[in-house]
């Protein structure tokens, strides 16, 4: 799917510098993959201390040599 965007060109060269990437497709692919795991991990922090811990979870189980 092609699509035309105006993007600012020194960010774009400034992230193509700071990625090491050749492409500029490969830039934006990656910017655009951080910009959404940043959201989701937004998400996953404003959960913390809204969910009660399960009191029957055995935490020690998962560190079985």
């Known amino acids: 799917m092609a699509t035309n965007l105006a993007i600012d060109q020194k960010?774009?060269?400034?992230a193509l510098e700071v990625s090491g990437f050749k492409t500029k497709k490969e830039t934006v692919n990656l910017a655009l993959q951080e910009f959404i795991n940043r959201h989701k991990q937004l998400e996953?922090?404003?959960l913390f201390g809204k969910m009660d811990p399960d009191p029957k979870y055995d935490y020690k189980k998962g560190r079985a040599r």
């Open 44 to 46: 996953l922090l404003n």
């Open 11 to 14: 960010l774009l060269e400034k």
